[in-house]
């Protein structure tokens, strides 16, 4: 009778766990920077959370801890040190099952990926948000740079440390659109920087033009007011300098033809290139036993796509299986020289390279991809964001969208090397490393869908000439 009991109330407390799961919201978590954020995570059903372990994570390329409550405490002595008294968790919530973070004091560097793992002894499930903190820049400044070619003066409107970019619009007197000739953003540790250039004409004694920066939460404006004297003054120095620069088109002519035949010769010599690291191809198949069980590899182990629905996979608990979105190729490498390529055309997010056989494949906390762990790796975020990989991250300045990616690998040489396909240029080498005579396997990883997007497959493409 008492075994019977046991074995019942075992059996309730299984099922029970296995019903549970970690939810909070689909969609990105969008706030402005200096405000405070709630990240919400609930247990379903509402279960009391006061005897579990919430675990907050963020899963960038370097994993950190953000917050951490295990045995009716915090335990915050291994935190993240940007996050240091900024985390606060809702502890009467806890018994009702929320498990929902307040950071404080939003910063720039807090946008990313965060994990909120919640587990007991017999079972844990976890949830990823995106946070996206925006941030207006600095008031925009305009300046006049040059005469344009028509009569009118060029225009310049510059402003930093916007986060996400800002739509730039130029508006006349009038409060109608004006059509900028060029917008250039750039990106770097301050957030997003705008330069936009119109070219403006005479159209009264008081000239009034405008340039307004756009955000969801901010606005900015500025104006600039152009007497029709400075038109005239404009047109009176053109006159004297176009002889002057009809001197310097000879000479601007030759240095351009040269310029055009050294990129031509530079060009020609990638493509050389490429062509002698694809004598190596070779065929290269997922492998489905080590495939995450949200990713759905194709019948001909050429393609792999992130779903919804976990997969019914044969065994769910295989050593080989990894616990986060990632497969590797079935081939593996000890020697030698190979080539392969990857189309990743339609994607916003992407991770591939190889991988060392032994890299961690279960661990619950997100595993840094970097040569010291065993990943040599590039990738692509938010859609333009390329960079590799390391420790730190690099990165990367692609003149296009990459569609097909080439990975070279000399082994004994140390070598990993990735291409742009199409237009046959070369986009990062991690030289000089050391493989400690394991094997290395192709390592694929479709990343997440964020706002629906990102949907597209990552598929091993036949390797032409």
Not at 266 to 273: A, D, G, L, P
Not at 411 to 425: A, I, M, Q, T, W
Request: charged share 25%; glycine share 6%; net charge negative.
């Amino acid at each position: 009778m008492f075994i019977c009991v046991t074995l019942l109330t075992l059996y309730f407390m299984e099922s029970q766990s296995e019903q549970l799961q970690v939810v909070g919201p689909e969609e990105p978590l969008v706030a402005v920077a200096g405000e405070d954020l709630v990240l919400p995570c609930f247990i379903k059903p509402k279960t009391s959370a006061v005897d579990m372990t919430v675990e907050w994570m963020r899963i960038e390329e370097v994993a950190s801890l953000v917050h951490l409550y295990r045995d009716h405490e915090d335990r915050n002595e291994d935190q993240a040190q940007s996050y240091r008294q900024r985390t606060t968790l809702f502890k009467e919530e806890l018994q009702k099952g929320n498990a929902s973070l307040k950071l404080s004091a939003l910063r720039l560097t807090d946008e990313g990926e965060y994990k909120c793992l919640i587990e007991e002894k017999s079972w844990y499930d976890d949830i990823t948000l995106h946070v996206i903190v925006e941030a207006h820049g600095s008031h925009p400044v305009i300046m006049m740079e040059s005469f344009g070619n028509s009569g009118g003066i060029n225009l310049v409107c510059e402003s930093r440390g916007w986060n996400p970019d800002p739509r730039v619009l130029w508006l006349d007197r009038e409060g109608d659109n004006l059509t900028a000739e060029d917008t250039q953003i750039h990106r770097d540790t301050e957030g997003f920087s705008v330069k936009s250039y119109i070219s403006v004409y005479d159209y009264s004694d008081s000239n009034r033009f405008y340039c307004r920066l756009q955000q969801q939460h901010h606005m900015m404006e500025t104006e600039i007011i152009i007497n029709s004297g400075v038109f005239g003054v404009w047109k009176w120095a053109v006159s004297i300098s176009v002889v002057a620069c009809l001197f310097l088109v000879g000479l601007i002519l030759t240095l351009l033809f040269g310029y055009k035949k050294a990129s031509a010769l530079q060009q020609e010599k990638q493509h050389v290139e490429l062509l002698k690291k694809k004598m190596f191809r070779v065929d290269v198949t997922l492998d489905p036993n080590t495939a995450h069980h949200q990713l759905k590899v194709d019948a001909d182990g050429k393609q792999v796509t992130r779903v919804d629905t976990p997969q019914d996979l044969d065994p769910q608990d295989s050593p080989k299986r990894f616990n986060y979105p990632s497969v590797l190729g079935q081939q593996s490498f000890s020697s030698g020289r190979f080539y392969y390529e990857v189309q990743v055309s339609g994607k916003t997010e992407w991770t591939l390279g190889v991988v060392k056989e032994n890299i961690d494949r279960k661990g619950i906390s997100w595993i840094a991809r970097c040569p010291q762990n065993g990943f040599w790796t590039i990738g692509l975020r938010n859609e333009n964001q390329y960079k590799a990989l390391d420790d730190p991250s690099v990165p990367l300045t692609l003149r296009e969208k990459v569609e097909v990616v080439g990975v070279f690998v000399d082994y004994e040489e140390g070598l990993v090397s990735f291409y742009d396909v199409k237009p046959r240029s070369h986009i990062y080498s991690f030289t000089g490393q050391s493989f400690c005579s394991e094997k290395l396997h192709p390592y694929f990883c479709p990343r997440y869908k964020v706002d629906g997007s990102n949907l597209a497959p990552l598929i091993i493409s036949d390797v032409t000439e």
